[in-house]
Nanobody, 127 residues
Framework: QVQLVESGGGLVQAGGSLRLSCAASGRTFSMYPMGWFRQAPGNEREFVAAISGSGRTTYHADSVKGRFTISRDSFKNTVYLQMNSLKPEDTAVYYC????????????????????WGQGTQVTVSS
């Protein structure tokens, strides 16, 4: 059974940093595209960042570009989201996702591109 488990969320002051982790189990996602999405109260889930299967290509939403960085450790079957200079508007539940189709060079930013989802981790940024 495939599981994606996020961790690293919490409460932080504006300007602070957090590092989210998403550990996959049940199968390897090495060389499979992965991504991060978030959903704030009353809002739809939105794209945050994506990484190709090889890890060499990344893409970040304009709202987080320059502040957040997605990365992966294929040996650990884990993807990370380093979040710096956090703002109150970054407050949301953050979800990681994995695509079930092998692809090394492409990233994906649509929710429909992903087949597996974690349960989410809450990030709260206070002003």
């Amino acid at each position: 059974q495939v599981q994606l488990v996020e961790s690293g969320g919490g409460l932080v002051q504006a300007g602070g940093s957090l590092r989210l982790s998403c550990a996959a189990s049940g199968r390897t996602f090495s060389m499979y595209p992965m991504g991060w999405f978030r959903q704030a109260p009353g809002n739809e889930r939105e794209f945050v960042a994506a990484i190709s299967g090889s890890g060499r290509t990344t893409y970040h939403a304009d709202s987080v570009k320059g502040r957040f960085t997605i990365s992966r450790d294929s040996f650990k079957n884990t993807v990370y989201l380093q979040m710096n200079s956090l703002k109150p508007e970054d407050t949301a539940v953050y979800y990681c996702a994995a695509r079930g189709i092998y692809s090394t060079g492409t990233y994906y930013s649509r929710q429909s591109d992903y087949d597996y989802w974690g349960q989410g981790t809450q990030v709260t940024v206070s002003s």
